[in-house]
């Protein structure tokens, strides 16, 4: 009986309502994840199917209305998923707000998100530098130095974009629009989480190298469109 009484006693059903809340929580924000993905699929399939009929002026209005398309969905839809999902270096989630993800692994699960066929695993280890080759190419590839305010005033020479950076240890992405840069990327310093902010004052923007390359030329959007794979440049 006294068993019985004492493990009645550590029951505790609030903490067990709790639990069950948050799994209701967890449970809601994959589905509503899942629902972002699948509409941006859905639109990624009508639009394939005009532009594979398309005449080479027509396929030019395709491929912009995909680029507009893909980096509204990245950086106002997926992106504030992630945002507070904690940071590790070893961090390999594939779920918003449920496990941890280091910087790289965010930028190549994002990009898979969106429709990328990218190699998820493998471009999340590379160095920052190549995993911006493999998506750009080398040709496309900015190398630039120290200065935080060149390389955001170089972003911001340009319309609304979202370009890969690549710093001395760490790798996010730049989203340029409504006349600021932002920076969002899974943070290692501070709350040690994903996190948007400013691109001139975040701390993790100071580095001795910043590498960057501009996402979503026709090139890429045709991959997207067509569901073509991409391959992962690595170090010799």
């Not at 309502?17 to 699948?38: D, H, I, K, L, M």
């Not at 594939?94 to 965010?106: D, K, L, M, S, T």
């Not at 790798?171 to 501070?190: A, P, R």
């Not at 580095?207 to 569901?227: A, P, Y």
Request: proline residues 2%; charged residues 25%; negative net charge.
């Amino acid at each position: 009986m006294f068993i019985l009484m004492l493990a009645c006693a550590v029951a505790d059903p609030a903490a067990e309502t709790s639990a069950e809340v948050t799994q209701t929580e967890a449970a809601f924000r994959r589905t509503q994840y899942a629902g972002t993905t699948e509409r941006l699929k859905a639109d990624r399939t009508a639009l394939s199917k005009r532009y594979l009929a398309a005449s080479s002026t027509e396929k030019h209005k395709v491929l912009a209305e995909s680029r507009t398309r893909v980096l509204d969905a990245l950086t106002r839809e997926i992106f504030p998923f992630w945002e507070g999902t904690p940071w590790s270096f070893y961090g390999s989630t594939q779920v918003p707000q449920e496990g941890e993800i280091a910087c790289g692994y965010f930028v190549s699960t994002t990009l898979r998100d969106a429709g990328f066929r990218v190699e998820r695993v493998r471009l999340a280890q590379q160095a920052s530098s190549l995993i911006i080759e493999s998506l750009t190419g080398a040709q496309d590839t900015l190398w630039l130095g120290a200065d935080v305010e060149k390389v955001v005033s170089r972003i911001e020479k340009e319309e609304e974009a979202l370009w890969v950076v690549g710093l001395d240890y760490h790798v996010g992405y730049l989203w340029h629009h409504d006349q600021t840069t932002t920076f969002c990327h899974s943070s290692y310093l501070g709350a040690a989480t994903v996190v948007c902010e400013d691109a001139r004052t975040s701390p993790a923007m100071v580095s001795n190298v910043h590498v960057i390359g501009k996402l979503f030329d026709d090139e890429m959007m045709d991959r997207w469109l067509r569901e073509k794979k991409f391959s992962t440049v690595v170090s010799n």
